[in-house]
């Protein structure tokens, strides 16, 4: 499975963007780039997926170069309910996807 | 709709003593998989159920066992339960097309054992 590198804590001022970016170098073909937002005692929630270039939903975007050994997630206009871990994961959306979960980044969205 | 649903929420047990978890997919998954996670670090995969076989194993021992019932819940069964068992137990659901593909995987709110 390909590991993934993001930082570990971030703060920010409430009503900024806020950029969280991921580094996977050995990442493979069929995988697709994955992040999951997870509040204190609840599961992780996914976010956003997406395979090459940029992916837009209601909660976020997703920016990803041509190599696809990055990616950045972009939190727009953030709020203190967005203060969570955000994990980045590489996923095979073959067969048995088990997700390897890293330790994520801690995001503190101050007000 | 109901998303995946966990039961106990929370659980106490003492050292030595047997534990079941269960969990009911998200409506239309077929597939489930178990995830512990200790406090303070990311959840860690289990194992994964797929037409009632235990499909993919993570790396933990063979005292955590698991099942899937034709309706597609699942039970996580933990055996002989150490004091570093402690932690929050996620189930998580997805589905996987003819290709497949699987979509994304819906996690359910957990299960906190404490094992003293």
């Known amino acids: 499975l390909a590991k993934t590198t993001q930082p570990i804590s971030m703060d920010s001022y409430e009503g900024q963007e806020v950029n969280i970016t991921c580094s996977h170098n050995n990442i493979a073909t069929n995988d697709y780039i994955t992040w999951y937002q997870q509040f204190p005692s609840q599961g992780p929630r996914f976010i956003i997926q997406?395979?090459?270039t940029k992916v837009t939903n209601e909660v976020a975007s997703l920016f990803i170069p041509a190599d696809r050994k990055s990616s950045t997630l972009s939190l727009p206009r953030v709020s203190l309910s967005d203060t969570a871990v955000y994990y980045c994961?590489?996923?095979?959306?073959?067969?048995?996807?088990?997700?390897?979960f890293g330790t994520g980044t801690r995001l503190t969205v101050i007000p | 709709d109901a998303g995946v649903t966990q039961s106990p929420t929370h659980l106490i047990k003492t050292r030595g003593q047997q534990v079941t978890l269960r969990c009911s997919p998200k409506s239309g998954h077929d597939t489930v998989s178990w995830y512990q996670q200790a406090l303070g670090q990311g959840p860690q995969f289990i194992f994964q159920y797929y037409e009632e076989e235990e499909r993919q194993r993570g790396n933990f021992p063979d005292r955590f066992s698991g099942h899937q019932f034709p309706n597609y819940s699942s039970e996580l069964n933990v055996n002989a339960l150490l004091l570093g068992d402690s932690a929050l137990y996620l189930c998580?659901?997805?589905?996987?097309?003819?290709?497949?593909?699987?979509?994304?995987?819906?996690f359910g709110q957990g299960t906190r054992l404490t094992v003293v």
């Open positions: 998580a659901s997805s589905f996987q097309n003819r290709d497949r593909m699987n979509t994304e995987a819906f």
């Open positions: 994961l590489v996923v095979n959306q073959t067969g048995a996807n088990n997700l390897f």
């Open positions: 997406g395979y090459k």
